[in-house]
C-alpha cells in the first residue's frame, strides 16, 4: 500500500496487525520516532566527523540499532511491545557448504522468538547506510546468507520470517534498489515497506515471510529467494544474490 501524498508505503499504525513483520515494522517506526536527536546527531556526525566521535562515518551505527531497538520494546513506554519476544543477539549459524565454500559460519544481528508463539524464530540483519544504494544493497547481500543456511538450521529453529532493516539518508531521487524493495512485496511470500523518518533518514524493511504458518518451510524460502534473485537482476542490481 503507497501513501500517494508522501509517495511512501503507508504505516501499519493504518491499518490492522495481520504479521510479525507489520507488528515489528510498527515496532520500528514507533521506535525511531523517539530517536530524532540521535538521528540527527547521525547526520552531523557523517557530515562533520566531529572530533568526540571514534569512528569513521557510519562505524558503530548498526550497533547501537541493534541493541537500542530491542531495548526500547522490553521497557515500559513501549507498552505495546512489551513482553512480546525473547531475543538474541549475534546468533552464529553453519552455512551450507554446497552454497559457499569460504564461509562456514553466518551470524545474524538479531533473533526474535514470540512469546506465545513457540518454536516459531525470526531473523533479523540490520545495515545503516549513507545512501539508498549502498544500504539496500548491504541488505540483500544478508539475504543470501539466509539462503546459504545449512538445512538442519530450518530443522532446529524452524523460521518463521527472515528480514533485512536498512536505514539510510533519503536523498528523495529514484533508486532502483528501493524499487527492488516495493516490487517485492509483490512476489508470493514476499514483503517490503520504506518509510520516511525525522531529520531526511529513511527505513526500509524487506525479506520474507508466508501467510501461514504451515508454508514456513525451507523449500518455499527458496522459492521466494529465486524469485527474489531474479527480480534484482531484472532491475540491474549490483548484489549477490
Known sequence: MVNKKHGSKVSPLEKSIKSEFDYLVESLVDFL?????????????????????????????????????????????????????????????????????????????????????????????????????????????????YYELKPTAWKDWGFRCLLAVVIYRDTHGESKYEDAILLNEKLKHGRGFLHSLPNDWKLGVFGWEPNLLSDSTRDNFNDWYKAFADTAKERGLNTCL
Not at 546527531?41 to 540499532?65: H, M, Q, V
Not at 545474524?108 to 539508498?132: C, M, R, S
Request: charged share 35%.
Open 33 to 145: 520516532k523517539t530517536e530524532r536527536k540521535t538521528l540527527l546527531y547521525l547526520s552531523k556526525a557523517n557530515i562533520e566527523e566531529p572530533k568526540d566521535t571514534e569512528f569513521k562515518p557510519y562505524t558503530g551505527w548498526e550497533r547501537w540499532l541493534q541493541i537500542a531497538w530491542p531495548k526500547w520494546m522490553t521497557e515500559a513506554k513501549s507498552k505495546h511491545f512489551e513482553n512480546k519476544y525473547h531475543m538474541c543477539l549475534e546468533v552464529s549459524f553453519d552455512r551450507d557448504g554446497k552454497k559457499n565454500k569460504e564461509k562456514v559460519i553466518n551470524r545474524i544481528d538479531l533473533v526474535f522468538l514470540p512469546k506465545q508463539k513457540q518454536e516459531h524464530y525470526i531473523g533479523i540483519e540490520l545495515k545503516v547506510g549513507e545512501w539508498a544504494d549502498q544500504a539496500i544493497r548491504g541488505g540483500i547481500d544478508d539475504i543470501r546468507g
